[in-house]
Protein backbone atom coordinates (compact mmCIF):
# COMPACT_ATOMS: atom_id res chain seq x y z
CA UNK A 1 0.00 0.00 0.00
CA UNK A 2 1.57 3.34 -1.05
CA UNK A 3 1.87 6.32 1.61
CA UNK A 4 -0.86 8.14 -0.34
CA UNK A 5 -3.63 5.02 0.01
CA UNK A 6 -2.09 4.60 3.28
CA UNK A 7 -3.31 8.35 4.16
CA UNK A 8 -6.88 8.50 2.25
CA UNK A 9 -7.82 5.67 3.90
CA UNK A 10 -6.58 7.21 7.48
CA UNK A 11 -8.32 10.19 6.66
CA UNK A 12 -12.13 8.04 6.19
CA UNK A 13 -11.59 5.97 8.89
CA UNK A 14 -10.58 9.28 10.89
CA UNK A 15 -13.91 10.75 9.36
CA UNK A 16 -16.24 7.78 10.36
CA UNK A 17 -14.80 7.68 14.01
CA UNK A 18 -15.72 11.41 14.09
CA UNK A 19 -18.96 10.84 12.52
CA UNK A 20 -19.91 8.91 15.38
CA UNK A 21 -20.23 11.53 17.41
CA UNK A 22 -22.12 13.94 14.60
CA UNK A 23 -23.46 16.27 17.36
CA UNK A 24 -20.11 16.66 18.75
CA UNK A 25 -18.15 17.26 15.67
CA UNK A 26 -20.81 19.64 14.51
CA UNK A 27 -20.84 22.12 17.59
CA UNK A 28 -16.47 21.79 17.47
CA UNK A 29 -16.59 23.44 13.46
CA UNK A 30 -19.36 25.86 14.48
CA UNK A 31 -17.17 26.91 17.63
CA UNK A 32 -13.53 26.58 15.87
CA UNK A 33 -15.97 29.29 12.95
CA UNK A 34 -17.02 31.51 16.02
CA UNK A 35 -13.77 31.84 17.65
CA UNK A 36 -11.97 32.47 14.57
CA UNK A 37 -14.51 34.96 13.61
CA UNK A 38 -13.69 37.24 16.91
CA UNK A 39 -10.85 39.00 15.14
CA UNK A 40 -12.72 40.52 12.48
CA UNK A 41 -15.37 40.79 15.26
CA UNK A 42 -13.20 42.77 17.03
CA UNK A 43 -11.50 44.93 13.70
CA UNK A 44 -15.34 45.47 12.79
CA UNK A 45 -15.64 47.00 16.39
CA UNK A 46 -13.03 48.71 16.20
CA UNK A 47 -14.15 51.08 13.33
CA UNK A 48 -17.74 51.40 14.44
CA UNK A 49 -16.01 53.00 17.26
CA UNK A 50 -13.25 54.82 15.92
CA UNK A 51 -11.30 55.71 12.97
CA UNK A 52 -9.58 52.64 12.75
CA UNK A 53 -6.14 51.56 12.20
CA UNK A 54 -4.29 54.87 9.98
CA UNK A 55 -3.65 54.28 6.76
CA UNK A 56 -5.94 51.11 6.49
CA UNK A 57 -9.65 50.75 5.96
CA UNK A 58 -11.78 48.20 7.79
CA UNK A 59 -12.22 45.78 4.21
CA UNK A 60 -7.80 46.16 4.17
CA UNK A 61 -8.07 45.12 7.47
CA UNK A 62 -10.45 42.19 7.45
CA UNK A 63 -8.15 41.46 4.07
CA UNK A 64 -5.71 40.19 6.55
CA UNK A 65 -7.28 38.80 8.62
CA UNK A 66 -8.93 36.52 6.12
CA UNK A 67 -5.14 35.35 5.18
CA UNK A 68 -4.48 35.36 8.69
CA UNK A 69 -7.78 32.41 8.97
CA UNK A 70 -7.20 30.95 5.82
CA UNK A 71 -3.14 29.63 7.39
CA UNK A 72 -4.27 28.79 10.56
CA UNK A 73 -7.28 26.77 9.56
CA UNK A 74 -4.57 24.30 6.99
CA UNK A 75 -2.03 24.28 9.66
CA UNK A 76 -4.63 23.26 12.40
CA UNK A 77 -6.42 21.12 9.69
CA UNK A 78 -3.25 18.77 9.26
CA UNK A 79 -1.54 19.04 13.10
CA UNK A 80 -4.13 20.66 15.02
CA UNK A 81 -4.84 17.16 16.75
CA UNK A 82 -1.13 15.87 16.39
CA UNK A 83 0.01 17.94 19.31
CA UNK A 84 -2.34 16.42 21.61
CA UNK A 85 -2.62 13.07 20.34
CA UNK A 86 1.39 13.14 20.87
CA UNK A 87 1.08 14.37 24.17
CA UNK A 88 -1.44 11.91 24.90
CA UNK A 89 0.63 8.93 23.17
CA UNK A 90 3.85 10.16 25.20
CA UNK A 91 2.25 10.72 28.53
CA UNK A 92 0.72 6.98 28.52
CA UNK A 93 4.39 5.56 27.03
CA UNK A 94 2.89 4.58 23.82
CA UNK A 95 4.92 6.84 21.05
CA UNK A 96 7.52 3.76 20.74
CA UNK A 97 4.95 2.07 19.19
CA UNK A 98 4.45 4.60 16.00
CA UNK A 99 8.13 4.60 15.96
CA UNK A 100 8.31 1.62 14.09
CA UNK A 101 5.98 2.28 11.83
CA UNK A 102 7.07 2.18 8.43
CA UNK A 103 5.54 5.79 7.17
CA UNK A 104 7.16 7.02 9.90
CA UNK A 105 5.62 8.54 13.02
CA UNK A 106 4.50 11.93 11.74
CA UNK A 107 3.54 10.89 8.28
CA UNK A 108 1.22 8.47 10.70
CA UNK A 109 0.09 11.00 12.88
CA UNK A 110 -0.68 13.51 10.01
CA UNK A 111 -2.93 11.27 8.22
CA UNK A 112 -4.65 9.44 11.32
CA UNK A 113 -5.21 12.94 13.01
CA UNK A 114 -6.30 15.46 9.86
CA UNK A 115 -8.77 17.71 11.72
CA UNK A 116 -11.70 17.80 9.45
CA UNK A 117 -13.61 20.24 11.97
CA UNK A 118 -11.16 23.04 10.47
CA UNK A 119 -12.14 22.66 6.96
CA UNK A 120 -14.87 25.13 7.34
CA UNK A 121 -12.63 27.08 8.91
CA UNK A 122 -10.20 27.67 6.24
CA UNK A 123 -14.03 28.02 4.11
CA UNK A 124 -14.04 31.14 6.28
CA UNK A 125 -11.17 32.48 5.84
CA UNK A 126 -11.76 32.12 2.21
CA UNK A 127 -15.39 33.60 2.38
CA UNK A 128 -13.50 36.95 4.24
CA UNK A 129 -11.31 37.40 1.62
CA UNK A 130 -13.66 37.22 -1.14
CA UNK A 131 -15.94 39.54 0.53
CA UNK A 132 -12.95 41.73 0.81
CA UNK A 133 -11.65 41.57 -2.55
CA UNK A 134 -14.94 42.99 -3.71
CA UNK A 135 -15.41 45.36 -1.40
CA UNK A 136 -12.03 46.54 -2.25
CA UNK A 137 -12.86 46.04 -6.04
CA UNK A 138 -9.43 44.33 -6.43
CA UNK A 139 -8.12 42.41 -9.65
CA UNK A 140 -4.46 41.38 -9.37
CA UNK A 141 -2.22 40.79 -11.85
CA UNK A 142 -0.82 37.53 -12.96
CA UNK A 143 2.20 38.24 -11.24
CA UNK A 144 0.57 39.52 -7.76
CA UNK A 145 -1.27 35.95 -8.13
CA UNK A 146 2.33 34.08 -8.16
CA UNK A 147 3.47 35.92 -5.21
CA UNK A 148 0.52 35.71 -3.18
CA UNK A 149 0.45 31.72 -3.68
CA UNK A 150 4.40 32.03 -2.86
CA UNK A 151 3.95 34.24 0.68
CA UNK A 152 0.98 32.15 1.55
CA UNK A 153 2.87 28.70 0.84
CA UNK A 154 6.07 30.23 2.99
CA UNK A 155 3.70 31.33 5.88
CA UNK A 156 1.76 28.09 6.25
CA UNK A 157 5.51 26.15 5.89
CA UNK A 158 6.70 28.54 8.98
CA UNK A 159 3.38 27.61 10.68
CA UNK A 160 3.93 24.13 10.51
CA UNK A 161 7.42 24.57 10.77
CA UNK A 162 6.37 26.12 14.29
CA UNK A 163 4.06 23.22 15.20
CA UNK A 164 6.91 20.36 14.87
CA UNK A 165 9.54 22.55 16.45
CA UNK A 166 7.30 22.73 19.37
CA UNK A 167 6.47 18.96 19.27
CA UNK A 168 9.60 18.04 19.36
CA UNK A 169 9.92 19.82 22.53
CA UNK A 170 7.15 18.42 23.77
CA UNK A 171 9.08 14.51 22.94
CA UNK A 172 12.45 15.92 25.10
CA UNK A 173 11.09 17.78 27.93
CA UNK A 174 7.40 16.20 28.35
CA UNK A 175 5.84 18.49 30.75
CA UNK A 176 5.41 21.63 28.62
CA UNK A 177 1.72 21.18 27.57
CA UNK A 178 1.19 25.02 27.31
CA UNK A 179 4.32 25.11 24.35
CA UNK A 180 1.66 25.74 21.56
CA UNK A 181 -0.01 28.41 22.80
CA UNK A 182 3.04 31.13 22.39
CA UNK A 183 3.43 30.02 18.33
CA UNK A 184 -0.68 30.62 18.12
CA UNK A 185 -0.40 33.96 20.58
CA UNK A 186 2.79 35.37 18.71
CA UNK A 187 1.31 34.38 15.19
CA UNK A 188 -1.41 36.83 15.78
CA UNK A 189 1.18 39.29 15.01
CA UNK A 190 0.96 38.03 11.82
CA UNK A 191 -2.81 39.23 11.36
CA UNK A 192 -2.25 43.51 12.06
CA UNK A 193 -0.26 45.78 9.32
CA UNK A 194 3.20 45.05 10.39
CA UNK A 195 3.32 49.33 10.95
CA UNK A 196 1.57 49.29 14.15
CA UNK A 197 4.50 47.40 16.07
CA UNK A 198 7.42 49.24 17.18
CA UNK A 199 10.54 49.23 14.83
CA UNK A 200 12.41 45.96 16.74
CA UNK A 201 9.22 44.27 16.30
CA UNK A 202 8.78 44.96 13.16
CA UNK A 203 12.05 43.66 11.84
CA UNK A 204 11.27 40.76 13.83
CA UNK A 205 7.90 40.25 12.02
CA UNK A 206 8.81 40.70 8.84
CA UNK A 207 12.61 39.13 9.27
CA UNK A 208 13.77 36.51 11.44
CA UNK A 209 10.72 35.36 12.43
CA UNK A 210 8.32 36.06 9.80
CA UNK A 211 4.43 36.19 10.69
CA UNK A 212 4.11 38.79 8.26
CA UNK A 213 3.92 36.07 5.81
CA UNK A 214 0.86 34.87 6.98
CA UNK A 215 -1.41 37.97 6.45
CA UNK A 216 0.73 41.26 6.08
CA UNK A 217 2.63 40.39 2.53
CA UNK A 218 -0.08 38.27 1.07
CA UNK A 219 -2.56 41.34 2.25
CA UNK A 220 0.03 44.01 0.74
CA UNK A 221 0.91 42.22 -2.89
CA UNK A 222 -2.93 42.11 -3.73
CA UNK A 223 -3.44 45.43 -2.49
CA UNK A 224 -0.31 46.99 -4.50
CA UNK A 225 1.33 47.86 -1.52
CA UNK A 226 4.59 45.92 -1.69
CA UNK A 227 7.43 47.88 -1.98
CA UNK A 228 10.22 45.25 -2.30
CA UNK A 229 10.28 41.65 -2.05
CA UNK A 230 10.65 40.20 0.95
CA UNK A 231 13.45 38.12 0.33
CA UNK A 232 14.60 37.70 4.68
CA UNK A 233 11.11 36.53 5.06
CA UNK A 234 11.30 33.81 2.26
CA UNK A 235 14.51 32.81 3.19
CA UNK A 236 13.92 32.42 7.10
CA UNK A 237 10.42 30.62 6.44
CA UNK A 238 13.07 27.79 4.44
CA UNK A 239 14.86 27.69 7.46
CA UNK A 240 12.38 27.26 9.97
CA UNK A 241 11.44 24.43 7.91
CA UNK A 242 15.01 23.04 7.96
CA UNK A 243 15.35 23.37 11.46
CA UNK A 244 11.94 21.73 12.34
CA UNK A 245 13.17 18.92 10.34
CA UNK A 246 16.32 18.36 12.20
CA UNK A 247 14.90 18.90 15.51
CA UNK A 248 11.93 16.65 14.93
CA UNK A 249 14.94 13.84 14.21
CA UNK A 250 16.85 14.88 17.03
CA UNK A 251 14.54 14.48 19.50
CA UNK A 252 12.99 11.06 18.07
CA UNK A 253 16.58 9.90 18.21
CA UNK A 254 16.97 11.25 21.86
CA UNK A 255 12.85 10.09 22.85
CA UNK A 256 12.79 7.68 25.81
CA UNK A 257 10.13 6.20 26.96
CA UNK A 258 8.15 8.09 29.74
CA UNK A 259 5.03 6.32 30.61
CA UNK A 260 3.89 2.37 30.95
CA UNK B 1 -16.78 18.79 56.06
CA UNK B 2 -13.73 18.66 57.96
CA UNK B 3 -11.29 21.65 57.54
CA UNK B 4 -8.37 18.69 57.95
CA UNK B 5 -9.77 17.21 54.74
CA UNK B 6 -9.40 20.52 52.47
CA UNK B 7 -6.36 21.22 53.66
CA UNK B 8 -5.43 17.65 52.40
CA UNK B 9 -7.47 17.81 49.24
CA UNK B 10 -5.67 21.24 48.58
CA UNK B 11 -2.45 19.97 48.82
CA UNK B 12 -3.04 17.00 47.11
CA UNK B 13 -4.11 19.06 44.14
CA UNK B 14 -1.06 21.73 44.73
CA UNK B 15 1.44 19.12 44.33
CA UNK B 16 0.07 17.99 41.23
CA UNK B 17 0.04 21.41 39.63
CA UNK B 18 3.25 21.82 40.62
CA UNK B 19 4.22 18.88 38.99
CA UNK B 20 3.41 21.23 35.88
CA UNK B 21 5.37 24.32 36.97
CA UNK B 22 6.53 24.89 33.57
CA UNK B 23 2.73 25.07 32.41
CA UNK B 24 2.01 28.42 34.92
CA UNK B 25 5.43 29.44 34.23
CA UNK B 26 4.20 29.67 30.35
CA UNK B 27 1.84 32.39 31.83
CA UNK B 28 4.71 34.61 32.77
CA UNK B 29 5.63 34.64 28.78
CA UNK B 30 2.16 34.23 26.98
CA UNK B 31 0.33 36.63 29.10
CA UNK B 32 2.63 39.76 28.28
CA UNK B 33 2.61 38.67 24.59
CA UNK B 34 -1.48 39.01 24.46
CA UNK B 35 -0.80 42.29 26.34
CA UNK B 36 2.08 43.63 24.06
CA UNK B 37 -0.14 42.48 21.05
CA UNK B 38 -3.19 44.47 22.37
CA UNK B 39 -0.87 47.49 23.59
CA UNK B 40 0.34 48.07 20.09
CA UNK B 41 -3.44 47.29 18.18
CA UNK B 42 -4.74 49.70 20.44
CA UNK B 43 -1.61 52.23 20.15
CA UNK B 44 -2.48 52.38 16.85
CA UNK B 45 -6.28 52.55 17.64
CA UNK B 46 -5.60 55.78 20.08
CA UNK B 47 -3.07 57.37 17.87
CA UNK B 48 -6.21 59.30 15.98
CA UNK B 49 -8.26 59.72 18.83
CA UNK B 50 -8.26 60.29 22.67
CA UNK B 51 -11.32 58.60 23.70
CA UNK B 52 -13.10 55.23 22.36
CA UNK B 53 -16.12 53.93 24.03
CA UNK B 54 -15.08 56.00 27.13
CA UNK B 55 -12.22 54.43 27.35
CA UNK B 56 -8.61 56.26 27.41
CA UNK B 57 -5.54 54.75 26.11
CA UNK B 58 -4.38 54.35 29.86
CA UNK B 59 -7.95 53.33 30.90
CA UNK B 60 -8.25 50.33 27.84
CA UNK B 61 -4.75 48.82 28.83
CA UNK B 62 -5.93 48.93 32.30
CA UNK B 63 -8.66 47.07 30.82
CA UNK B 64 -6.59 44.78 28.85
CA UNK B 65 -4.49 44.07 32.10
CA UNK B 66 -6.82 43.65 34.43
CA UNK B 67 -9.08 41.25 32.17
CA UNK B 68 -5.65 38.79 31.52
CA UNK B 69 -5.00 38.59 35.39
CA UNK B 70 -8.63 37.60 35.92
CA UNK B 71 -8.42 34.95 33.31
CA UNK B 72 -5.57 33.32 35.08
CA UNK B 73 -7.60 33.82 38.72
CA UNK B 74 -10.77 32.65 38.17
CA UNK B 75 -9.52 29.70 35.89
CA UNK B 76 -10.82 26.13 36.87
CA UNK B 77 -11.18 22.91 34.40
CA UNK B 78 -14.30 21.57 36.44
CA UNK B 79 -16.14 20.50 33.43
CA UNK B 80 -13.32 18.34 31.61
CA UNK B 81 -12.47 16.38 35.55
CA UNK B 82 -16.87 15.96 35.56
CA UNK B 83 -16.48 14.75 32.22
CA UNK B 84 -13.74 12.32 32.47
CA UNK B 85 -15.29 10.86 35.99
CA UNK B 86 -18.39 10.16 33.69
CA UNK B 87 -16.81 8.93 30.86
CA UNK B 88 -14.59 6.75 32.96
CA UNK B 89 -17.39 5.59 35.37
CA UNK B 90 -15.24 7.19 38.30
CA UNK B 91 -18.11 8.84 38.97
CA UNK B 92 -19.74 5.95 40.44
CA UNK B 93 -16.81 5.50 42.99
CA UNK B 94 -16.76 9.07 43.89
CA UNK B 95 -20.56 8.92 44.71
CA UNK B 96 -19.52 6.05 47.53
CA UNK B 97 -16.91 8.12 49.44
CA UNK B 98 -18.62 10.36 52.25
CA UNK B 99 -17.29 13.49 50.58
CA UNK B 100 -19.88 15.45 47.82
CA UNK B 101 -18.27 14.94 44.41
CA UNK B 102 -18.42 18.84 44.28
CA UNK B 103 -15.96 19.68 46.94
CA UNK B 104 -13.44 17.87 45.73
CA UNK B 105 -14.13 19.54 42.85
CA UNK B 106 -14.23 23.21 44.32
CA UNK B 107 -10.81 22.46 46.35
CA UNK B 108 -8.87 20.72 43.52
CA UNK B 109 -10.07 24.28 41.72
CA UNK B 110 -9.30 26.44 44.53
CA UNK B 111 -5.76 25.11 45.77
CA UNK B 112 -4.71 25.45 41.67
CA UNK B 113 -5.58 29.32 42.02
CA UNK B 114 -3.48 29.53 45.14
CA UNK B 115 -0.41 28.28 42.91
CA UNK B 116 -1.44 30.56 40.03
CA UNK B 117 -1.37 33.78 42.25
CA UNK B 118 2.03 32.64 43.35
CA UNK B 119 3.75 32.03 40.19
CA UNK B 120 1.36 33.72 37.24
CA UNK B 121 -0.84 36.93 39.02
CA UNK B 122 1.47 38.37 41.27
CA UNK B 123 4.68 38.44 39.10
CA UNK B 124 2.52 39.07 35.72
CA UNK B 125 0.99 42.24 38.32
CA UNK B 126 4.63 43.50 39.12
CA UNK B 127 5.27 43.93 35.51
CA UNK B 128 2.23 45.18 33.77
CA UNK B 129 2.53 47.89 36.49
CA UNK B 130 5.94 49.13 35.95
CA UNK B 131 5.47 48.25 32.36
CA UNK B 132 1.73 49.40 31.57
CA UNK B 133 0.88 51.21 35.08
CA UNK B 134 -2.63 50.37 35.18
CA UNK B 135 -4.71 52.21 37.74
CA UNK B 136 -5.12 50.74 40.65
CA UNK B 137 -8.14 50.23 42.80
CA UNK B 138 -7.50 51.48 46.45
CA UNK B 139 -9.63 52.09 49.77
CA UNK B 140 -13.09 50.64 49.68
CA UNK B 141 -12.90 50.03 45.51
CA UNK B 142 -9.90 47.71 46.64
CA UNK B 143 -11.75 46.06 49.14
CA UNK B 144 -14.62 44.93 46.80
CA UNK B 145 -12.19 44.65 44.14
CA UNK B 146 -10.67 41.42 45.83
CA UNK B 147 -14.08 40.12 47.29
CA UNK B 148 -15.48 40.32 43.50
CA UNK B 149 -12.74 38.23 42.74
CA UNK B 150 -13.24 35.39 44.78
CA UNK B 151 -17.08 35.64 43.95
CA UNK B 152 -15.88 35.93 40.17
CA UNK B 153 -14.03 32.22 41.27
CA UNK B 154 -17.10 31.05 42.51
CA UNK B 155 -19.09 32.24 39.48
CA UNK B 156 -17.15 30.73 37.31
CA UNK B 157 -16.78 27.27 38.97
CA UNK B 158 -20.57 26.87 39.23
CA UNK B 159 -20.78 27.91 35.21
CA UNK B 160 -18.24 24.96 34.63
CA UNK B 161 -20.13 22.57 37.31
CA UNK B 162 -23.34 23.20 34.67
CA UNK B 163 -21.44 22.56 31.85
CA UNK B 164 -19.85 19.37 33.12
CA UNK B 165 -22.83 17.92 34.28
CA UNK B 166 -24.28 18.29 30.74
CA UNK B 167 -22.20 15.23 29.59
CA UNK B 168 -24.36 12.85 31.59
CA UNK B 169 -26.67 13.48 28.94
CA UNK B 170 -24.62 13.99 25.63
CA UNK B 171 -21.05 11.68 26.89
CA UNK B 172 -19.25 13.72 24.82
CA UNK B 173 -18.89 17.15 25.50
CA UNK B 174 -16.11 18.63 23.97
CA UNK B 175 -17.84 20.51 21.62
CA UNK B 176 -20.40 22.02 24.22
CA UNK B 177 -17.42 22.93 26.45
CA UNK B 178 -15.55 24.66 23.18
CA UNK B 179 -18.95 26.11 22.68
CA UNK B 180 -19.31 27.43 26.26
CA UNK B 181 -15.94 28.51 26.44
CA UNK B 182 -16.20 31.03 23.67
CA UNK B 183 -19.09 32.83 25.05
CA UNK B 184 -18.46 33.02 27.91
CA UNK B 185 -14.83 34.86 27.00
CA UNK B 186 -16.80 36.98 24.26
CA UNK B 187 -19.61 37.87 26.93
CA UNK B 188 -17.30 38.21 29.99
CA UNK B 189 -15.22 40.81 28.36
CA UNK B 190 -11.74 39.25 27.69
CA UNK B 191 -10.82 40.06 24.09
CA UNK B 192 -12.31 43.39 24.30
CA UNK B 193 -14.30 45.70 26.73
CA UNK B 194 -18.61 45.22 26.45
CA UNK B 195 -18.96 48.89 25.80
CA UNK B 196 -17.58 48.28 22.07
CA UNK B 197 -20.87 46.33 21.62
CA UNK B 198 -24.08 47.89 19.62
CA UNK B 199 -26.28 49.05 22.41
CA UNK B 200 -28.46 46.45 21.75
CA UNK B 201 -26.37 43.68 23.07
CA UNK B 202 -25.13 45.35 25.88
CA UNK B 203 -28.32 45.52 26.99
CA UNK B 204 -28.90 41.36 26.82
CA UNK B 205 -25.38 40.82 28.37
CA UNK B 206 -26.74 42.36 31.21
CA UNK B 207 -28.96 40.01 31.51
CA UNK B 208 -26.26 37.42 31.19
CA UNK B 209 -23.94 36.23 34.32
CA UNK B 210 -20.59 36.15 32.16
CA UNK B 211 -19.95 40.37 32.50
CA UNK B 212 -19.43 39.44 36.37
CA UNK B 213 -16.68 37.16 35.18
CA UNK B 214 -14.70 39.82 33.83
CA UNK B 215 -15.82 42.72 32.34
CA UNK B 216 -17.22 44.57 35.52
CA UNK B 217 -14.17 43.58 37.64
CA UNK B 218 -11.90 44.90 35.11
CA UNK B 219 -13.25 48.32 35.32
CA UNK B 220 -13.36 48.52 38.69
CA UNK B 221 -10.51 51.00 39.09
CA UNK B 222 -11.60 53.02 36.93
CA UNK B 223 -15.03 53.35 37.90
CA UNK B 224 -17.03 54.91 41.02
CA UNK B 225 -17.60 52.69 44.26
CA UNK B 226 -21.24 52.62 43.73
CA UNK B 227 -20.83 50.42 40.62
CA UNK B 228 -18.50 48.14 42.59
CA UNK B 229 -20.73 47.66 45.13
CA UNK B 230 -23.59 46.69 42.34
CA UNK B 231 -21.01 44.56 40.95
CA UNK B 232 -20.94 42.49 43.96
CA UNK B 233 -24.25 42.58 44.70
CA UNK B 234 -24.60 41.16 41.03
CA UNK B 235 -22.53 38.17 41.79
CA UNK B 236 -24.14 37.26 44.62
CA UNK B 237 -27.41 37.26 43.02
CA UNK B 238 -26.08 34.80 39.93
CA UNK B 239 -24.26 32.77 42.35
CA UNK B 240 -27.92 32.00 44.33
CA UNK B 241 -29.52 31.24 41.14
CA UNK B 242 -26.46 29.04 39.53
CA UNK B 243 -26.18 27.04 42.83
CA UNK B 244 -30.01 26.40 42.32
CA UNK B 245 -29.64 25.54 38.86
CA UNK B 246 -26.77 23.32 39.89
CA UNK B 247 -28.82 21.71 42.74
CA UNK B 248 -31.38 21.26 39.95
CA UNK B 249 -29.54 19.49 37.03
CA UNK B 250 -27.77 17.28 40.12
CA UNK B 251 -31.48 15.99 41.34
CA UNK B 252 -32.11 15.24 37.64
CA UNK B 253 -28.26 13.43 36.70
CA UNK B 254 -28.53 11.09 39.96
CA UNK B 255 -32.10 10.36 38.81
CA UNK B 256 -31.06 8.96 35.78
CA UNK B 257 -27.57 7.94 36.07
CA UNK B 258 -26.33 5.05 34.68
CA UNK B 259 -22.56 4.64 34.34
CA UNK B 260 -21.29 5.30 31.04
CA UNK B 261 -17.59 3.88 31.39
CA UNK B 262 -15.48 2.09 33.40
Redesign the interface.
Known sequence: MGKLAMAWSAVKLNLAMQMI?R??????V???M??NF?FPF?TL??Y???????GWNASQILLFQGFAILVWGLEQMFLGNVSWELNRLIREGQLDRLLVNPSGPLFYLGATQLSLEMIPQVLLGVGIIIIAFFKLGLFPSLLAWLLLLLFLACGLLMMISLSIIQMAMVIR?V?????G??TR??S??GQ?PAN???KW?QAIVVGAVPFALIAFFPASVVLGKLENFPYTAVIAAALFGVLAWLSWRSSLGKYTSAGG | MNQSKWFLLGELSIKRDL??R??FL??L??TP??IF?NY??W???F???DN??GFTFAGMMGYVVYSQLISIFIFNNTSSQLQQKVQSGDLAQDLLKPLHPFYSLFAAAASSRIVAVGLEVLPLFVFAYFVFHPVTPYGFVAVFFVISLILAFVLNFLLSLIVGLVSFW?I?????Q??T??LFR?FSGE??PLN???QWAQAVSHFMPFEYLRYRIAIMPINPVSSAIWTVIGQIIWIVILAFVVAFLWKSVLKRFTIAGG
Open positions: YLDFILNFVMLFTLLISNSPGFPFQIRRIELIALLYIYSL | MYADMSIVAIIFVKAVSTVVATKVEGFWLWIVFFLLP
